[in-house]
């Protein structure tokens, strides 16, 4: 059973960057997809990034497109977002998640494991 724990978050002015880890202590992370998705108070978790098993295929929300990049490196068992140009918007919680079902991959339902979040605050 995975066990993932993100890391990283914090405060950080606009145009600032952030590298956020999420440590799956369970499960080799090069055996399962994996995502980040963030929530915003009043919003629901909306997916920004996932990577397949293999890397193989990436996808990004638009609202992220060329700032931020999801990589993986299997012998650290971590999956990593690099968030760039941040702007207030991008305040939020951030989530990793893994192993989706067979569903719709953007909808947070479709993920079998959570970590407990990590707060990202972009101050103006």
């Known amino acids: 059973q995975a066990q993932l724990r993100e890391s990283g978050g914090g405060l950080v002015q606009v145009g600032g960057s952030l590298r956020l880890s999420c440590t799956d202590s369970g499960r080799p992370v090069s055996g399962y997809a994996m995502a980040w998705f963030r929530q915003s108070p009043g919003k629901g978790r909306e997916r920004i990034a996932a990577m397949s098993y293999n890397g193989a295929y990436v996808y990004y929300a638009d609202s992220v497109k060329g700032r931020f990049t999801i990589s993986k490196d299997n012998a650290k068992n971590t999956l990593y977002l690099q968030m760039n140009s941040l702007k207030p918007e991008d305040t939020a919680v951030y989530y990793c998640?893994?192993?989706?079902?067979?569903?719709?991959?953007?909808?947070?339902?479709?993920?079998?494991?959570w970590g407990q979040g990590t707060q990202v605050i972009v101050s103006s």
């Open positions: 998640a893994s192993d989706p079902d067979s569903g719709d991959s953007s909808k947070p339902e479709t993920y079998r494991s």
